[in-house]
């Protein structure tokens, strides 16, 4: 994997159109990602994303533009990374597998000079997606435990 790359892969027992909505729609994206979510997912859509956290210091917002929507296979959009808001790119592929649903996350385009927030990222998308699949498994949200952040309910 190249340096400047975030990969990584989980299964999710549950349907690629189900995955996908938990991934673009935003009353689903509050529930395992941003504590506040807007989304117009189509290419060319804005999102604009929300994480409070107990902490307030550690509370922050990204904003970006849809590069791909493809219900049920892929979603992909601009992230401004980092305090400094380095531009890169995040795209979900989702592959079925039987009654489950692979999704692979590619992070790319960090600069070398951002190596510690592409480490900060790449930490953070392994949480997410083991949240996402908590979510989507067994309907439980780790984020107020294991993040102190905050819930849409709880806002």
Do not use: C
């Not at 689903?28 to 060319?44: H, M, N, P, V």
């Amino acid at each position: 994997m190249p340096q400047n790359t975030i990969e990584q892969t989980i299964t999710i027992n549950a349907p690629a159109d189900k995955v996908y909505r938990a991934l673009t729609e935003p009353s689903e994206l509050t529930r395992w990602f941003a504590t506040e979510a807007k989304s117009d997912t189509r290419a060319g859509g804005k999102y604009h994303f929300t994480f409070t956290f107990n902490d307030a210091s550690r509370n922050h917002e990204t904003m970006g533009d849809y590069r791909a929507a493809e219900p049920g296979k892929r979603v992909a959009y601009s992230w401004p990374a980092g305090h400094a808001k380095v531009p890169t790119e995040v795209e979900f592929s989702l592959a079925p597998k039987g009654n489950a649903t692979e999704i692979r996350i590619v992070h790319s385009g960090w600069a070398a000079t951002t190596e510690e927030s592409r480490k900060e990222h790449e930490m953070g998308w392994g949480f997410f997606l083991s949240n996402l699949k908590s979510y989507l498994e067994d309907g439980k949200d780790q984020r107020p435990a294991a993040l102190g952040m905050k819930t849409a309910a709880a806002v």
